[in-house]
């Protein structure tokens, strides 16, 4: 498959507002494409490298050459040459890479190039492609979203699902089950605003400690253990507290859900970065021993003893988990029977300011009858944190891409510093309407000092109020510090830059 081909569908794709239309794409494309094409193509689609990261950034892709004349340029072609950039390391490597993408980027048409440059710059998003891609491959290969869903669930992979169809039709989907050492895409939740309406909306259920660490996925299957991420990554070798407590454990084999947190030795949280730190880190034998500590905490059990348990009411999977983890290794909860009762209202938001008061981010609230639907954002877990909000000045601005070409979105944002200048914190370009896009457009570029074809500097004189979900210590920015999941809540108007959060404000919400 030409990589013009997967550059037409994916701008056709952000053209369209209509889902049925971006289904029909997708659909067409994959029945062009080959079995092996498929974990390339999709990741494409939704604006993802399949190598994630190959060090290359705007200040190499910003002078491009000369585009080629025609498509000559296959799937293969282009995923072999970002391997190549990817693995690219050592003395001269930035000068490697630069004539690397050069190369890749002269075999290019106008239009491959456009589109590998957004591709290789992070800018080119498809919001819920994976979700439609779903939908297009089962109406390429005839078969039921239903099942295709919950293949891509516990085969962990919608590329692998989409090879395997697209080489042996529906009967593939049979091939894909829980098996224990392969993971699973792991369940997620929506929000509720607060605790009450969370009950009003589940009904019976149990309010559990929201921990601020790492999701695990711990696989055992007799002595051997394995690790996994929410983005099922292995790491094992990284966490051998987590293979000695699994293998603790009174049973042949199991497959847990829950988290690892550095606690401090009053069992409070450590900073999330030191936890990241810590799961990130690679450990030999000799530094395990003097390695910052981190604790497991269990939250579900899919499957034990070769009894797969994803389909149980979540009541029933908590009274597994309980028989074969120790209540240490098991996340605080209560269970309210009768939301109705203001009685136990009253003891779910106790319980969620107790969670508050012991550092942690808040709660999440599960329906009892519910089962665990792997790899979804399922409406029946609601996560309750607390919202923060800092008033920030926008520094700089990108302009957007695909529905957002031609509008300036993802916002540089800083806060005061003493001496009246501006420490950037981290971008976001979430939380945005059209008409919000169309007016911070036109304010933006009245304020624009600089306009490099990417980014646009401006004058720091508009005001932004924007929530996160907390702090995250980072080298990358000059207060040492960056916002966790930020997203615009509305421009201030009213107020003027000196009148915006300060460092020092900003720096008080760290834990």
């Not at 085969?155 to 692998?160: D, K, T, Y």
């Not at 877990?381 to 520094?395: A, I, R």
């Amino acid at each position: 498959m030409l990589l013009a081909e997967i550059a037409q569908v994916s701008g056709r794709i952000a053209a369209t507002s209509a889902r049925s239309e971006k289904v029909a794409l997708l659909a067409g494309l994959f029945r062009d494409a080959e079995p092996d094409e498929a974990p390339v193509v999709i990741p494409y689609l939704a604006g993802r490298l399949p190598q994630r990261r190959i060090g290359v950034g705007w200040s190499t892709l910003r002078h491009a050459p000369a585009p080629a004349g025609r498509a000559t340029l296959t799937v293969g072609e282009v995923d072999r040459a970002l391997s190549a950039i990817a693995a690219v390391t050592g003395p001269g490597a930035q000068g490697e890479r630069k004539r690397l993408v050069g190369a890749l980027l002269a075999a290019a048409t106008a239009e491959e190039q456009h589109f590998l440059l957004r591709l290789i710059g992070g800018e080119l998003r498809q919001g819920a492609l994976d979700a439609l891609a779903v939908e297009g491959l089962a109406a390429a290969v005839g078969a039921p979203p239903q099942e295709v869903r919950r293949a891509v669930m516990l085969g962990g992979s919608l590329g692998a699902v989409a090879r395997a169809l697209l080489a042996a039709g529906p009967a593939a989907l049979a091939g894909f089950r829980l098996e224990v050492g392969r993971p699973v895409l792991p369940m997620l939740a929506h929000s509720a605003k607060d605790v009450d309406e969370a009950l009003d909306r589940l009904g019976p259920c149990a309010v559990e400690e929201k921990l601020d660490g790492i999701r695990v996925q711990v696989h055992r299957d007799g002595g051997t253990v394995r690790v996994y991420t929410r983005t099922l990554d292995e790491i094992t070798e990284r966490l051998p507290e987590l293979t000695a407590a699994a293998l603790d454990l009174p049973v042949s084999s199991v497959v847990l859900d829950g988290e690892v947190i550095a606690l401090d030795p009053q069992g409070r949280p450590r900073p999330f970065q030191e936890t990241a730190g810590r799961v990130g880190s690679r450990l030999d034998v000799a530094a395990a021993g003097t390695a910052l500590p981190l604790s497991p905490v269990f939250f579900d059990v899919l499957a034990v003893d070769g009894r797969e348990l994803l389909e149980l009411p979540a009541a029933e999977r908590h009274a597994v988990l309980a028989r074969v983890v120790p209540g240490p290794l098991r996340v605080r909860r209560l269970v309210v029977a009768d939301p109705a009762e203001q009685r136990d209202r009253a003891a779910a938001r106790e319980f969620s300011a107790e969670v508050l008061r012991r550092g942690h981010e808040g709660v999440v609230v599960k329906a009892l009858d519910a089962p665990y639907s792997a790899g979804r954002r399922g409406a029946s877990w609601l996560k309750v944190k607390p919202v923060h909000t800092l008033d920030l000045v926008v520094l700089a601005a990108e302009w957007g891409h695909g529905r957002r070409r031609g509008k300036l979105s993802n916002l540089h944002l800083g806060a005061r510093r003493p001496d009246g200048s501006f420490a950037m914190l981290g971008k976001t370009f979430k939380g945005m309407t059209d008409a919000m896009l169309t007016w911070q457009t036109e304010r933006l570029l009245g304020l624009a000092l600089n306009d490099d074809g990417f980014v646009v500097t401006v004058r720091p004189e508009l005001v932004v109020e924007v929530a996160f979900d907390g702090l995250q210590r980072s080298t990358r920015y000059p207060a040492g510090v960056t916002l966790r999941f930020a997203r615009v809540l509305g421009y201030r108007e009213d107020k003027r830059a000196e009148e915006a959060d300060t460092v020092e404000t900003v720096l008080g919400f760290l834990p």
